[in-house]
Structure formats: C-alpha cells, structure tokens
C-alpha cells in the first residue's frame, strides 16, 4: 500500500495496497521447533498510521485465548517503527517489512529481533521466498535480495516504477510495477524475473496501477490492478506462469485476496461509498461460489486483510474501522459464521498464522 496511505487524509494522495500477509507459493526449508507458546497462533502486524511511528506487531494464543498487543516492545525494549507493510514467515524466521522505517526486522517466533536489515531510502513494500533467499520489493524501484542463511544483501534489480506485489511461481519472481507514485502516470507491467540470473526476463501487461499478487499450485499467478481510483476500476486477473501471458480477466473490484487450496476469498472496499464485500470463488472452474462468505449477519466495516487457516478452513478478517483507533479480528468457521472477535492494533493488515503442523505460508 502506497505510503500505507489507507487513513482518510492520506487516501486523498491516492489509496495504495492493502497487503495482507497473503503468501505466495514457494519452496521453503524444513521449519524449525516452534516455542510451545507460539506453535498455535496468529500474528497481527499492525501497521499504524503513516509518519506515527506506532506499528506494532500482536500475537494472539488459540489455546490460551489470550493475545500480547504489542509482542515486539514486549521482547525488544523499542517500537516496531513506522508502517509496518508486510509479515511472513520462512523457516523459523519472521520477516517484517517496515516501509516508512526503511527496515526488514528479522525476528524469531517469540517476537525477539534477531537483526534489523537496513534498507535505506528503498521504501520496502512486500516480501517473498524463493531457494533460501528473501526477495523485497521496493518503492525505488528495486527487487532487493537477501541471504537468509547470513541476513546479509546480496544484491538488486530494478524491476519497474514502484514495485508492489511479489511473489514465486514456476521458478520465477513476479512483481507488480505499480507506478502508485506516479500519478496520473501509473506503471502498468508485471515483471518476471529469473532468480538464478537475478535479471528481468520479461513484462507482462496487466492494466494499470498493479497491486497485490499470489502464486496458484506453481502454475497461475493471481493478480489485483487498482485502476485509477476513478474512471478505471479494480479489476482480478490471472497469468499463466508457463507462457507469462494474461489469460483471464475477471471484470470485479477485488481489492484484496488470499487463496487456500482452490479457492480464493476475495474483497472489495469501496472508499467512497464504504461499501463492501467478500466472496468465495473456486479457482477450478472460475466459478463465485460464495456471493457472501459471512452468513450470520456479522458486519466488517472496513475489511482490511484476511487469511485462512489449511487445516480447517477458518477465516480471519480484520477490521481498520476509521483507521485511527485500534482495530478489530473477526475469526470465523470455514462456513463463514463468527467464532470470535477481539481488539487489536491500529490498522490491522498483516495476518499470518502459526500452527501445529503447517506454515500458513505454505499453498
């Protein structure tokens, strides 16, 4: 999300991506032993508000049902920093991306840092995994790579005018050139990259301001553009990674998703009219399967990531509410009706789940 510009003054500088800590398929190394006190719950890495210098990262326990509301400070004995953009885990690590701090903090399970990688003047936006290394995107353009066995920078390539969206799929990085600084001039490509050259191999053309994207099984990257927030609308694509073309546009204003096995639970937000919604569709047969997930009459008002667990379909929204005061977590059953809710941190848009016997991060 563009300078996390998702509180009313600064989406009048145009609204920027709602990350949620959606993952992208990729290889990952043999997870280490999780503490016993973090094997079974959710992270919440809240972003605050832009120049507050108040994200914070939370960490809610499903055994205990108890959640730490600012883990980091708790362990570090200092803030997260300002504008927390991206949570993911790989291995035993997690990594958090915090863009207006210009920082990747490195942490283990319990919330510790183990190092603080500066990224000075890059803006770094999103994160992703590919054969032991950590590849973020970054608002001057750049692809950063980082060793994840040393934490050490081991080189860039400029991918295009504001990268957004990361992922890998086929063997391949794919990012969103979103262009969001840039108006009315937004980027309008997807890059592939080639990790073994570390080089850009192709652009894809996808319509313009290109956002958040997720690979699919290893063979389809999935793809939002948030057009002009005007005249040109949000739309969802779908590239096939074999042949790196646009196979199918979708024609609805998705604004965020994440995909567990074949289904993809997809969003839209509208900031003008604050109308919402939130829809199953079956990425077998492009098929909506599901008009409105929520069937009890539980209301969101302002839904702002999502996650799902794999082992048992459970659906994690969260809530920004007005974007400056502390948001909500909505969890639900798999059939979409409301188990629990709680407080958490302002602007909660990074959700990512530990559990027993899987990484969330794993498609």
Same mark, same amino acid.
């Given at each position: 999300?563009?300078?996390?510009?998702?509180?009313?003054?600064?989406?009048l500088l145009l609204?920027? =991506?709602i990350g949620?800590?959606?993952?992208?398929?990729?290889p990952?190394p043999?997870?280490?032993?999780i503490p016993?006190?973090?094997?079974?719950?959710l992270?919440?890495?809240?972003?605050?508000?832009?120049?507050?210098?108040n994200?914070?990262? %939370?960490y809610?326990?499903f055994? @205990?049902?108890?959640?730490?509301?600012d =883990?980091?400070?708790q362990?570090?004995?200092?803030?997260?920093?300002?504008?927390?953009?991206?949570?993911?885990?790989?291995?035993?690590?997690?990594?958090c991306?915090?863009?207006?701090?210009?920082? =990747?903090?490195?942490?283990?399970?319990?919330?510790?840092?183990?190092?603080?990688?500066?990224?000075?003047?890059?803006?770094?936006r999103y994160?992703a995994?590919?054969h032991?290394?950590?590849?973020?995107?970054c608002f001057?353009?750049?692809?950063v790579?980082i060793?994840?066995?040393? =934490?050490?920078?081991d080189?860039?390539?400029?991918?295009g005018?504001? +990268?957004?969206?990361i992922?890998?799929?086929n063997?391949?990085?794919?990012?969103?050139n979103?262009?969001?600084?840039?108006?009315p001039?937004?980027?309008h @490509?997807?890059?592939?990259?080639? +990790?073994?050259?570390? %080089?850009?191999?192709?652009e894809?053309?996808?319509g313009?301001?290109?956002?958040i994207?997720?690979?699919?099984?290893d063979?389809y990257?999935?793809?939002?553009?948030?057009g002009?927030?005007?005249?040109?609308?949000?739309?969802?694509?779908?590239i096939?990674?074999q042949t790196?073309?646009?196979?199918? @546009?979708?024609?609805?204003?998705?604004?965020?998703?994440t995909?567990n096995?074949?289904?993809a639970?997809?969003?839209?937000?509208?900031?003008y009219?604050?109308?919402?919604?939130?829809?199953v569709?079956d990425?077998?047969?492009d098929?909506?399967? %599901?008009e409105?997930?929520?069937?009890?009459?539980?209301q969101?008002?302002t +839904?702002?990531?999502?996650c799902?667990n794999?082992?048992?379909?459970?659906?994690?929204i969260?809530?920004?509410?007005?974007f400056s005061?502390?948001?909500?977590?909505?969890?639900?059953d798999?059939?979409?009706?409301?188990?629990?809710?709680?407080?958490t941190?302002?602007?909660p848009?990074?959700?990512?789940?530990?559990?027993?016997?899987?990484?969330i991060?794993?498609r």
């Amino acid at each position: 999300m563009m300078k996390k510009i998702l509180t009313p003054c600064l989406f009048l500088l145009l609204v920027g =991506l709602i990350g949620l800590s959606a993952s992208c398929h990729r290889p990952q190394p043999t997870p280490e032993p999780i503490p016993d006190s973090f094997a079974n719950g959710l992270y919440i890495l809240n972003e605050g508000v832009f120049q507050m210098n108040n994200s914070t990262l %939370s960490y809610y326990n499903f055994d @205990t049902g108890e959640i730490s509301q600012d =883990l980091f400070l708790q362990q570090n004995g200092r803030g997260l920093g300002d504008t927390g953009n991206d949570l993911q885990r790989y291995g035993s690590k997690l990594y958090c991306v915090v863009n207006n701090s210009n920082t =990747l903090e490195v942490l283990r399970s319990d919330g510790t840092s183990i190092k603080a990688i500066a990224l000075t003047g890059k803006e770094p936006r999103y994160i992703a995994f590919y054969h032991n290394k950590a590849y973020v995107s970054c608002f001057d353009g750049d692809v950063v790579k980082i060793d994840t066995a040393t =934490l050490e920078i081991d080189g860039s390539v400029h991918s295009g005018p504001n +990268p957004e969206g990361i992922c890998a799929c086929n063997g391949k990085l794919y990012v969103s050139n979103s262009g969001g600084l840039n108006n009315p001039n937004y980027g309008h @490509t997807v890059s592939v990259i080639d +990790p073994n050259t570390f %080089s850009v191999t192709k652009e894809i053309e996808v319509g313009i301001n290109p956002g958040i994207l997720q690979s699919y099984r290893d063979h389809y990257v999935y793809l939002v553009t948030r057009g002009d927030y005007g005249d040109v609308p949000y739309n969802f694509l779908k590239i096939d990674a074999q042949t790196d073309e646009v196979v199918k @546009t979708y024609d609805m204003a998705v604004l965020n998703f994440t995909i567990n096995d074949h289904y993809a639970y997809i969003y839209h937000y509208d900031f003008y009219t604050y109308d919402s919604w939130i829809k199953v569709m079956d990425l077998n047969t492009d098929e909506i399967v %599901s008009e409105n997930f929520i069937t009890d009459g539980t209301q969101i008002e302002t +839904p702002y990531g999502i996650c799902v667990n794999p082992l048992n379909g459970d659906v994690f929204i969260s809530d920004a509410l007005s974007f400056s005061v502390s948001g909500k977590i909505y969890w639900f059953d798999k059939g979409g009706k409301l188990k629990k809710s709680f407080t958490t941190g302002i602007n909660p848009g990074h959700l990512l789940l530990n559990t027993p016997v899987e990484d969330i991060t794993l498609r």
